[in-house]
């Protein structure tokens, strides 16, 4: 018997990396066609002028410095929407926990955080989620210390797009939710390991977004402001730099974190991530051993969890976390027509989704250079190791100010943010690339390709690119 299910597992695997095999060739074969009708003016829109491109290009685009306990790190972040409102969220934050005179000698958090049906849970979980780490991370006794002071956990130093804090409601949610986690990690006996410290602080968030949304006995409706932020979803990469050398990296989705190391003069590319997508073998069996063998013929459908969800791990999305019965209850006080199934088809042994991170840890080196965070958006027309190659040549070349030569040219080496902050911007050097099909070992991107792409009302955009967040760490 444990022979014909090891079979039978390992088939169904094989077939369902095999049908959405076609199907992606065929995907992509489409989208190709359809870039080209951009690209060859099949598709007929006014085209903005270069000013407006570089309007476009520069309004997200922010640097920053940060002292991380002596170590210098500059980050390049950039944001070019395509959904309208954005549905992607960046996030900079320093995590307060250094020892009380230096308190902002702690972590430095970078996180890219990429929402699908509506921005509400992208924007609390990058609101949420460096308090959350910076509990999982806090020695106990200065944990102790900052929740008798009632002092802050976290200080935002940029956010994409700029945006207010947490509405009152959810706001006073959030202290209720993150004062109980505090005291239940204050109540360890014994602290575990780091890394499951900081999985359980990812997954956590995710149980108290869900909890809060659900119906409670007698209710006679729900909270809608709540219910948007759980039944939306998002992904999300985090990086998290540690004093004195060391680089944290917690992956939820299909979001990528990318590491740019030089040695002998040569660029190479070691991506810190793998996709939590049906094109991920390893992903596709961990679901498939989470779930009686009688449902394996249809977890997957067309690439997507259930034949829904393209990621197979995410913050929200409770229509694939809730039992049948709860989702049931949530549609009649929502009052959906009765013709709408609340549950998703084939759902017999819920969770099918989790928000359990991958995490990866490592020491920095002289080798490693920088760092790139950023959302399918950017990498579904851009490899790990072009962005790799690219950003190294324009730090080679000096041209941004950061390599050799200190010069400047071209637009991209002149970006000035709206905080004041002038010079290169990397992260709008990698959004370039992208729009305009740039490669390893081409010198600029098509001006052509990034003035079509952008000039493409929203209805039509969509179609052919998605939001681009990046944010591009130099850690040297």
């Given at each position: 018997l444990?022979?014909?299910?090891?079979?039978?597992?390992?088939m169904?695997?094989r077939?369902?990396?095999?049908?959405?095999?076609w199907?992606?060739?065929?995907?992509?074969?489409?989208?190709?066609l359809?870039?080209a009708?951009?690209?060859?003016?099949?598709?007929?829109?006014?085209?903005?002028?270069?000013?407006?491109?570089?309007q476009?290009?520069?309004?997200?685009?922010?640097?920053?410095?940060?002292d991380?306990?002596g170590?210098?790190?500059?980050?390049?972040?950039?944001?070019?929407?395509?959904?309208?409102?954005?549905?992607?969220?960046?996030?900079?934050?320093?995590?307060?926990?250094g020892?009380p005179?230096?308190?902002?000698?702690?972590?430095?958090?970078?996180?890219?955080?990429?929402?699908?049906?509506?921005?509400a849970?992208?924007?609390?979980?990058?609101?949420?989620?460096?308090?959350?780490?910076?509990v999982?991370?806090?020695?106990?006794?200065?944990?102790?210390?900052?929740?008798l002071?009632?002092?802050?956990?976290?200080?935002?130093i940029?956010?994409?797009?700029?945006?207010?804090?947490?509405?009152?409601?959810?706001?006073?949610l959030?202290?209720?939710?993150?004062?109980?986690?505090?005291?239940?990690?204050?109540?360890?006996?014994?602290?575990?390991p780091?890394?499951h410290?900081?999985r359980?602080?990812?997954?956590?968030l995710?149980?108290?977004?869900?909890?809060?949304?659900?119906?409670r006995?007698?209710?006679?409706?729900?909270?809608?402001?709540?219910?948007?932020v759980?039944?939306?979803?998002?992904?999300?990469?985090?990086a998290?730099?540690?004093p004195?050398?060391?680089?944290?990296?917690?992956?939820?989705?299909?979001?990528?974190?990318?590491l740019g190391?030089?040695?002998d003069?040569?660029w190479?590319a070691?991506?810190?991530?793998?996709e939590?997508?049906?094109?991920?073998?390893?992903?596709?069996?961990?679901?498939?051993?989470?779930?009686?063998?009688?449902?394996?013929?249809?977890?997957?459908?067309?690439?997507?969890?259930?034949?829904?969800?393209?990621?197979?791990?995410?913050?929200?999305?409770?229509?694939?976390?809730?039992?049948?019965?709860?989702?049931r209850?949530?549609?009649?006080?929502?009052?959906?027509?009765?013709?709408?199934?609340?549950?998703?088809?084939?759902?017999?042994t819920?969770?099918?989704?989790t928000?359990?991170?991958?995490?990866?840890?490592?020491?920095?080196?002289?080798?490693?250079?920088?760092?790139?965070l950023?959302?399918?958006?950017?990498?579904?027309?851009?490899?790990?190791?072009?962005?790799?190659?690219?950003?190294?040549a324009?730090?080679?070349?000096?041209?941004?100010?950061?390599?050799?030569?200190?010069?400047?040219?071209?637009?991209?080496?002149?970006?000035?943010?709206?905080s004041?902050?002038s010079?290169?911007?990397?992260?709008?050097?990698?959004v370039?690339?992208a729009?305009?099909?740039?490669?390893?070992?081409?010198?600029?991107?098509?001006?052509?390709?990034?003035?079509?792409l952008?000039?493409?009302?929203a209805?039509?955009?969509?179609?052919?690119?998605?939001?681009?967040?990046?944010?591009?760490?130099?850690?040297?």
């Open positions: 444990h022979y014909r299910v090891r079979c039978r597992l390992a169904t695997i077939r369902a990396a095999a049908r959405p095999a199907l992606r060739r065929w995907l992509h074969a489409a989208a190709g359809r870039h009708e951009v690209i060859s003016g099949n598709q007929q829109f006014p085209l903005i002028s270069p000013q407006q491109v570089r476009l290009l520069r309004q997200g685009a922010e640097r920053h410095t940060a991380v306990a170590w210098q790190v500059s980050v390049h972040c950039n944001q070019v929407p395509c959904n309208r409102p954005v549905e992607d969220r960046l996030a900079v934050s320093r995590l307060l926990i020892p005179v230096q308190s902002q000698d702690g972590p430095l958090l970078v996180g890219v955080f990429d929402g699908h049906a509506g921005p849970c992208a924007n609390s979980v990058h609101l949420r989620l460096p308090d959350y780490l910076a999982a991370m806090a020695d106990p006794l200065r944990l102790h210390d900052i929740k002071a009632g002092q802050a956990l976290s200080l935002n940029a956010r994409l797009p700029h945006g207010p804090e947490l509405e009152e409601e959810l706001g006073r959030h202290d209720q939710q993150l004062s109980a986690f505090t005291s239940e990690t204050l109540s360890m006996s014994e602290p575990e780091l890394g410290r900081l359980e602080a990812m997954q956590r995710d149980t108290d977004i869900g909890e809060a949304a659900q119906p006995p007698g209710a006679a409706g729900l909270n809608r402001a709540l219910l948007r759980a039944l939306s979803g998002c992904v999300g990469t985090v998290l730099l540690e004195p050398d060391r680089l944290h990296v917690l992956h939820v989705g299909d979001c990528a974190a990318v190391r030089c040695h003069q040569l190479y070691h991506k810190l991530t793998e939590h997508r049906a094109d991920n073998p390893a992903e596709l069996e961990r679901l498939m051993r989470s779930h009686p063998v009688s449902e394996r013929d249809f977890l997957v459908r067309y690439d997507r969890l259930l034949g829904e969800l393209m990621p197979l791990r995410a913050f929200g999305d409770i229509r694939y976390k809730w039992s049948a019965d709860l989702l209850t949530a549609g009649r006080l929502l009052q959906l027509p009765a013709t709408y199934n609340p549950v998703p088809q084939y759902y017999y819920p969770p099918y989704l928000a359990e991170p991958d995490f990866a840890t490592q020491q920095i080196t002289g080798d490693d250079r920088f760092l790139i950023a959302s399918d958006g950017l990498w579904d027309h851009l490899p790990p190791e072009d962005a790799v190659a690219i950003v190294g324009a730090i080679d070349s000096g041209a941004f100010g950061i390599g050799g030569g200190g010069g400047s040219s071209g637009s991209d080496a002149e970006e000035v943010t709206e004041g902050r010079g290169a911007n990397l992260a709008t050097l990698l370039r690339a729009l305009g099909g740039q490669k390893r070992g081409d010198s600029e991107p098509s001006e052509a390709m990034i003035t079509q952008l000039s493409a009302p209805n039509v955009a969509r179609y052919y690119r998605d939001d681009i967040t990046v944010a591009v760490l130099l850690l040297h």
